[in-house]
């Protein structure tokens, strides 16, 4: 048994309707084992009562569902029944106008597989309509590596910036215009663990 009650009395169309809350105490006719097993923290035990038939939407006497109750691994629990073990996610932190829109400073967290992979940094700085806007930073997904440092505008890489390759290199320095090298600037090849310029535009 789980918490003074069996795990099958979760079943749908059970024929038992022993009544149990948290505590095992006698509440209003029902029992909640999914609850309990989220509250607890068993993940493995949230999964196989919904596989065995438990209802994710059911509410308790308080009115919360059992993925409201979740603590430690039970919350991948219900990740993974939304399927988001392995899909990407990005989160944002920061400042909304009265549309909800992002604007002014703030930051873009990504999961590049689910939550099986760490939450890093995509983006920090102004934002506009929801969009890149004013001065920020890229990085690399999945990583801390600098990708771009500079100038957006409406979503885009534009005005004066510093683009880096993957090993967090510079490879260009100077002006961009809708996301492209402008010309007016300084691209660089790395030689030797060294950057040197190759072309210098006007």
Not at 51 to 76: C, F, H, I, L, P
Not at 124 to 152: A, I, M
């Amino acid at each position: 048994g789980f918490e003074g009650a069996d795990v099958y009395e979760v079943i749908k169309n059970s024929k038992t309707k022993r009544c149990y809350n948290y505590t095992g105490i006698e509440r209003d006719g029902f029992f909640y084992p999914l609850h309990v097993a989220s509250e607890s923290g068993h993940k493995k035990l949230t999964l196989m009562l919904v596989k065995a038939g438990a209802d994710v939407s059911a509410e308790d006497y308080r009115g919360d569902t059992a993925d409201k109750k979740a603590n430690g691994d039970a919350v991948y629990a219900f990740y993974e029944l939304k399927g988001l073990k392995f899909a990407a996610s990005e989160r944002y932190e920061g400042k909304l106008d009265r549309e909800g829109r992002r604007t002014g400073p703030g930051t873009i967290y990504f999961k590049p597989e689910g939550y099986l992979s760490a939450e890093r940094v995509i983006y920090r700085g102004g934002f506009k309509n929801n969009q890149y806007h004013g001065h920020g930073t890229l990085y690399w997904p999945g990583t801390d590596v600098l990708r771009y440092v500079g100038r957006f505008n409406k979503g885009e890489m534009h005005g004066r910036g510093i683009e880096f390759d993957k090993n967090g290199l510079k490879t260009y320095q100077g002006y961009f215009r809708h996301n492209q090298r402008d010309g007016r600037g300084e691209e660089y090849s790395v030689i030797d663990n060294n950057n040197d310029i190759i072309y210098r535009g006007e």
